[in-house]
Nanobody, 115 residues
Framework: QVQLVESGGGLVQPGGSLRLSCAASENIFSFNSMGWYRQAPGKQRELVAVITSGRTLNYGGFVKGRFTISRDNAKNTVYLQMNSLEPEDTAVYYC?????????WGQGTQVTVSS
């Protein structure tokens, strides 16, 4: 089972930016896709962004060009750059890795957007 460790969350004012990182314990090139999901209190977990091994990108409809997902295979790390953050973006953000044999999740990192 791969270990996924998220970092970079925190408190930011509306309009601000954060960059989340997800470090994997093994070579991420072997995964079919890696992505970010989020879950706000009282809501279901939803897709934020996914990047496949072929570098195809997919974003949740609410992103609207504000977030960018990227991967660094040499560092076994996936990033989520979040700009123009809004209070509605407040949630726990989870890293996800999918392979032919498993689906793995990180422990999550809290993002709070508030003035």
């Amino acid at each position: 089972q791969v270990q996924l460790v998220e970092s970079g969350g925190g408190l930011v004012q509306p309009g601000g930016s954060l960059r989340l990182s997800c470090a994997a314990s093994e070579n991420i090139f072997s995964f079919n896709s890696m992505g970010w999901y989020r879950q706000a209190p009282g809501k279901q977990r939803e897709l934020v962004a996914v990047i496949t091994s072929g570098r195809t990108l997919n974003y949740g409809g609410f992103v609207k060009g504000r977030f960018t997902i990227s991967r660094d295979n040499a560092k076994n790390t996936v990033y989520l750059q979040m700009n123009s953050l809004e209070p509605e973006d407040t949630a726990v953000y989870y890293c996800n890795a999918r392979s032919t044999r498993s689906v793995d999740w990180g422990q999550g990192t809290q993002v709070t957007v508030s003035s």
